[in-house]
């Protein structure tokens, strides 16, 4: 109800003052080595181009928040697998230590995990050379 009151209400003004924002007028940039006249433009589109580019201005913090939030979520999915990879490795490689301390048979590894594969070499290979060493 505010807004459709204030949108009334700057109808109302912009109606009342229809000649002003009828007059056409154009801007001057003068730099000193560079001058540009812009072609006449009513007061009213004038002040309507220079509303649109502050509110252009003003949504840009909103847009780049929005832009780093979607890349935050991203960058969090990835790490997330690489910590529930991690967690996966772990828990095989305990498990396998288990196996091994309580005297048992580890189990087959698969050929996809690499850091448990590698890691089960080397337990077969200190095992071999420690009971090398003992008899």
Request: avoid cysteine.
């Amino acid at each position: 109800m505010f807004w459709l009151i204030l949108v009334l209400l700057l109808g109302l003004v912009v109606y009342q003052n229809l000649a002003f924002f009828s007059n056409k007028h154009s801007l001057i940039l003068n730099l000193g080595f560079y001058k540009h006249t812009t072609p006449a433009l009513t007061t009213g589109a004038i002040i309507a181009i220079f509303v649109a580019i502050g509110l252009l201005i003003m949504m840009m913090p909103y847009f780049v928040s929005r832009y780093n939030g979607y890349r935050a979520k991203k960058n969090i999915k990835v790490l997330q697998a690489g910590i529930d990879e991690r967690e996966n490795t772990i828990a095989k490689l305990t498990q396998e230590v288990e196996l091994l301390k309580g005297g048992g048979e580890a189990i087959a590894l698969d050929a996809s995990d690499e850091p448990a594969a590698q890691a089960q070499d080397g337990i077969e290979e200190s095992v071999q050379a420690q009971s090398t060493s003992t008899s």
